[in-house]
């Protein structure tokens, strides 16, 4: 885990009212900004809600507003803004800078995780040290840790073994899981989770793989035939922090700063105890829907991982500085 804050240049700030002064002294309005849908049960929606609420009942002049369902920034935008200091909190999927960060590719690895026991075992590895630290260098901080498992959909046929995604057109979240996909046969049409509904609905797509978390919340058993459960061989989880401006954070009293940290370690021990109902919550939605649900053998997996590792982790390995050394830190967490 790690820290969190707030930022404005000092003119915005005032006109946003953002320093409300009274009796009591000055109370520092932070905002955070999120793609996922507010009030409708998303386990990131509801971390970032805690510690908001957790932040107010601190009773140390800050007040934490939260924007879901990329009502104040994009998706995309999340990243560059919470790194400059412009925005003041998120719940980011770590992936989607990496563009900027080919490192994090590595926080959507084909089977690198593969459990929700091992996700926990790896927030404190080296691995993920390796990972903070640039994030920290970027300039945000890492308050709670979240790592969300995720499935396949698809309207044409289940996805189990490679050979079975061959001819469909895929969103895969993360360069990673495109690059496995495309490998085994796939076509790959690239957008936010936010936005699989729209292109499966329109023909854009034909399948899907995202976290369990969205497939529920953005629902999307409206428009698939087939899903694919995490299981016993779960090939898909994704990194996705409530990550703090660090510029904001470090202008915090100690106070302050103190009282996120601590929501920020509540809103992670509740994840952790929540999230493994989250797939739970999700077959039963898809087949509340009339949904076909499977899952992956392990025969399945590991043909995947064969996939993964001429395609995905070469590529890392090949591409991106210290790329070999991340998989093995991963790897090495048993």
């Not at 026991?117 to 260098?137: G, P, Q």
């Not at 936010?194 to 329109?202: N, V």
Request: aromatic fraction near 8%; glycine fraction near 6%; charged fraction near 20%.
């Amino acid at each position: 885990m790690r820290h969190f804050a707030t930022k404005l240049t000092l003119a915005a700030c005032v006109a946003a009212a953002c320093l409300v002064t009274g009796s009591a002294g000055a109370q520092t309005v932070l905002k955070a900004s999120h793609q996922f849908p507010g009030g409708k049960g998303d386990i990131r929606d509801e971390m970032v809600q805690m510690i908001a609420r957790d932040v107010a009942a601190a009773n140390v002049g800050l007040e934490i507003q939260v924007f879901p369902g990329s009502s104040l920034y994009k998706p995309n935008d999340q990243w560059n803004a919470v790194t400059r200091g412009l925005l003041d909190m998120t719940s980011f999927p770590l992936d989607y800078a990496s563009g900027r960060h080919p490192e994090f590719s590595a926080t959507l690895m084909p089977g690198l995780v593969a459990s929700h026991d091992r996700a926990i075992r790896l927030n404190d590895s080296d691995f993920m040290k390796h990972i903070k630290k640039i994030v920290e260098d970027a300039g945000a901080l890492v308050i709670a840790d979240a790592w969300l498992s995720g499935a396949f959909a698809s309207k044409k046929a289940c996805i189990t073994s490679p050979d079975t995604i061959k001819g469909q057109v895929i969103r895969a979240a993360g360069p990673a899981f495109e690059e496995m996909l495309v490998a085994a046969g796939a076509s790959i049409s690239s957008m936010p989770s936010s936005e699989i509904y729209t292109g499966m609905q329109t023909g854009v797509l034909d399948a899907a793989n995202t976290s369990s978390a969205s497939f529920v919340s953005y629902r999307l058993f409206e428009q698939a035939k087939c899903l694919t459960a995490p299981g016993e061989n779960a090939l898909w989880f994704m990194y996705e922090p409530v990550l703090v401006s660090k510029k904001v954070f470090e202008r915090l009293t100690p106070e302050q700063q103190k009282a996120i940290l601590a929501a920020g370690e509540k809103a992670e021990t509740f994840f952790n105890a929540e999230v493994r109902k989250g797939d739970d919550v999700m077959i039963e939605a898809y087949k509340k829907a009339g949904v076909e649900v499977v899952e992956m053998s392990k025969a399945d997996y590991d043909a995947w991982l064969e996939v993964a590792k001429t395609s995905a982790y070469k590529n890392f390995e090949a591409n991106v500085p210290d790329g070999g050394k991340l998989i093995e830190e991963a790897l090495a967490v048993k």
